[in-house]
């Protein structure tokens, strides 16, 4: 609660820089405007305002963060404190997720064909 009793909120471009989701305010405005922010599954603008329990889902570069507000802060703090204002929703991984395509050994040279064959068939999906 603020200091006259009502629920505390502040902008969603402010809160996701304070907890150190977004590396600068700017990029946080930014992923907004990009459509790479939602509150609750509703598209955000930087000055949307976000409250505890609110669901924020932001693709900032490539990682795409799925958390749910605890706590609203207005400055930015280190990290160990940044953990403490939201609670990480983002799906694990699955194994189908983190497969390499076709891993090589360092220094194995160039493929052989037999090699290029089976690359060939990983790409059209035919090792599923």
Request: net charge positive; with cysteine.
């Amino acid at each position: 609660m603020g200091h006259d009793g009502r629920v505390e909120s502040t902008r969603i471009d402010r809160w996701l820089w304070s907890v150190r989701l977004a590396k600068t305010r700017p990029d946080a405005a930014e992923a907004c405007r990009g459509g790479h922010v939602r509150v609750n599954g509703r598209p955000a603008k930087p000055a949307t305002t976000v409250s505890p329990g609110d669901e924020v889902r932001a693709r900032i570069g490539q990682t795409t963060r799925v958390v749910e507000v605890l706590r609203v802060i207005h400055k930015r703090v280190g990290a160990a404190d940044a953990v403490t204002c939201y609670l990480d929703r983002t799906p694990r991984p699955t194994v189908a997720d983190s497969v390499q395509v076709a891993a090589r050994d360092r220094g194995a040279g160039r493929p052989t064909k037999r090699d290029r064959r089976m690359l060939e068939k990983l790409r059209a999906g035919q090792f599923r």
